[in-house]
């Protein structure tokens, strides 16, 4: 689970797509549209005009100084844009009751959820992380099942694992569950030796 | 499933974050720059260009209209106007991964469209008999195609498959929602036929 700031890149992807489309249609309407090329024309030599008036080393510098605003804001943008995922430790608990009071270090959770997964055979690999998404915690539990394992019972599998450790530690996790196809589980698919 | 964050978390992993095509525009834009600026500085300080002068740069810019044919400039045009769609495109579309938010209680769970292709598979070779190896199934984001090859002389019931399929489909609880399609291929009778 990643945090990236999926709407920034989007924004950046569509304000570049319709520049670039521009240069496109200008360079189409050159030919297309009469008259565009006299104002091609035109607009070079005011430009140039304009560069001759302000001297050839301040034109240059100022050039190169706004290329250099530009590069910056397009790496600075992306690099807060990319974020990897942001992995809390879930918290420690405690859950009170007559006798007693249990606590739950870090970690606790997350090993015991990856051992009581592992003890299933058509379980191939399962990963347990907790992120921050909006501020919440989010308890992510990925899952690899050998080939034809039903999602279903890997779902209901991990919904009652998930259950029993909010029972056991007093506090429920949002969770989040992901099944994947790997090429490991491709691989492990048994194949009929014999008929 | 009604937590807002975990209707973000699904809506994240089920759709592409065009982090790639992101850094790609953006890597090509600031090479791009960091030459310009390249040569720039190279003319103030007036060593030779790299490649071309930015002064002799601007003015085959300027004459575009006359130094180039329509033809040429209307093709230019074109591939440049058509990467800029791409990109457009890839800001504006969805982006939806192979992937199906399965519907579980509280719980958000997502499954490679993969997963449940084969589960199905499976489940159908076990309900109906018929060999694992003659059934593909392919899930796609809005449908599911099965087709069933059944060995010579065997007779299946394309009603029952059919009710098979969509049982358990329907108990995956899958959004989007999915329509089965069912296809039975006899491609050893039809062979026969043809001898005939």
Same mark, same amino acid.
């Given at each position: 689970?990643?945090?990236?700031?999926?709407?920034?890149?989007?924004?950046l992807?569509?304000?570049?797509g319709?520049?670039?489309?521009?240069?496109g249609?200008?360079?189409?309407?050159?030919?297309?549209?009469?008259?565009?090329?006299?104002?091609?024309? +035109?607009?070079?030599?005011?430009?140039?005009?304009?560069?001759?008036?302000?001297?050839e080393?301040?034109?240059?510098?100022?050039t190169?100084?706004?290329m250099?605003?530009v590069?910056?804001?397009l790496?600075?943008?992306p690099?807060?844009?990319?974020?990897?995922?942001?992995?809390?430790?879930?918290?420690?608990?405690?859950?009170?009751?007559?006798?007693?009071?249990?606590?739950?270090t870090?970690?606790?959770?997350?090993?015991?959820?990856?051992?009581?997964i592992?003890?299933?055979?058509?379980?191939?690999?399962?990963?347990?992380?907790?992120?921050?998404?909006?501020?919440?915690?989010?308890?992510?539990?990925?899952?690899?099942?050998?080939q034809?394992?039903?999602?279903?019972?890997?779902?209901?599998?991990?919904?009652?694992?998930?259950? +029993?450790?909010?029972?056991?530690?007093?506090?429920t996790?949002?969770?989040?569950?992901?099944?994947?196809?790997?090429?490991?589980?491709r691989?492990?698919?048994?194949?009929?030796?014999?008929? | 499933?009604t937590?807002?964050?975990?209707?973000?978390?699904?809506?994240?992993?089920?759709?592409?974050?065009?982090t790639v095509?992101?850094?790609?525009?953006?890597?090509?834009?600031?090479?791009g720059?960091?030459?310009?600026?390249v040569?720039?500085?190279?003319?103030?300080?007036?060593?030779?260009p790299?490649?071309?002068?930015?002064?002799?740069a601007f003015?085959?810019?300027?004459?575009?209209?006359?130094?180039?044919?329509p033809?040429?400039i209307?093709?230019?045009?074109?591939?440049?106007?058509?990467?800029?769609?791409v990109?457009?495109?890839?800001?504006?579309?969805?982006?939806?991964?192979?992937?199906h938010?399965?519907?579980?209680?509280?719980?958000?769970?997502? &499954?490679?469209?993969?997963?449940?292709?084969?589960?199905?598979?499976?489940?159908?070779?076990n309900?109906?008999?018929?060999?694992?190896?003659?059934?593909? &199934?392919?899930?796609?984001?809005?449908?599911v195609?099965?087709?069933?090859?059944?060995?010579?002389?065997?007779?299946v019931?394309?009603?029952?498959?059919?009710?098979? &399929? #969509?049982? #358990?489909?329907a108990?995956?609880?899958?959004?989007?929602? &999915?329509?089965?399609h069912?296809?039975? #291929?006899?491609?050893?009778?039809? #062979?026969?036929?043809?001898?005939?």
């Amino acid at each position: 689970m990643r945090n990236t700031h999926r709407a920034l890149n989007r924004t950046l992807l569509l304000i570049i797509g319709l520049v670039v489309l521009a240069v496109g249609a200008a360079l189409i309407a050159l030919v297309a549209v009469p008259g565009a090329a006299d104002l091609w024309k +035109n607009g070079a030599d005011g430009v140039r005009a304009w560069a001759d008036g302000v001297g050839e080393p301040a034109f240059g510098i100022g050039t190169v100084a706004v290329m250099v605003i530009v590069a910056v804001v397009l790496i600075a943008l992306p690099a807060s844009a990319v974020r990897g995922s942001s992995r809390v430790p879930l918290e420690s608990t405690g859950a009170e009751s007559a006798a007693g009071r249990i606590v739950v270090t870090d970690g606790f959770a997350s090993e015991a959820l990856k051992n009581s997964i592992a003890e299933r055979d058509e379980i191939l690999a399962a990963r347990v992380s907790s992120n921050e998404v909006r501020k919440e915690t989010v308890l992510h539990v990925s899952i690899t099942p050998r080939q034809n394992t039903s999602p279903r019972e890997i779902a209901a599998y991990v919904d009652t694992l998930v259950s +029993n450790l909010a029972t056991l530690t007093g506090q429920t996790f949002r969770t989040y569950i992901s099944v994947h196809s790997s090429l490991r589980a491709r691989l492990a698919h048994d194949q009929r030796r014999l008929s | 499933m009604t937590d807002s964050v975990l209707r973000t978390v699904v809506r994240r992993e089920t759709h592409s974050p065009r982090t790639v095509a992101m850094l790609v525009v953006v890597v090509v834009l600031v090479l791009g720059l960091a030459y310009a600026a390249v040569e720039i500085i190279l003319a103030l300080a007036g060593r030779g260009p790299l490649l071309v002068a930015p002064g002799t740069a601007f003015d085959a810019v300027a004459a575009l209209p006359t130094a180039l044919t329509p033809a040429a400039i209307v093709t230019i045009g074109v591939v440049i106007a058509l990467i800029g769609l791409v990109v457009v495109l890839l800001a504006v579309k969805p982006g939806r991964l192979s992937k199906h938010e399965m519907t579980w209680n509280d719980r958000a769970v997502v &499954v490679d469209n993969g997963v449940v292709a084969s589960a199905l598979a499976q489940h159908l070779s076990n309900e109906s008999g018929i060999a694992r190896d003659n059934i593909v &199934v392919g899930v796609a984001h809005r449908a599911v195609d099965v087709t069933v090859r059944p060995p010579l002389g065997i007779a299946v019931d394309q009603q029952q498959l059919r009710s098979i &399929v #969509e049982t #358990e489909v329907a108990s995956y609880r899958l959004t989007p929602s &999915v329509r089965t399609h069912l296809k039975v #291929e006899h491609p050893a009778e039809a #062979e026969r036929e043809d001898s005939r």
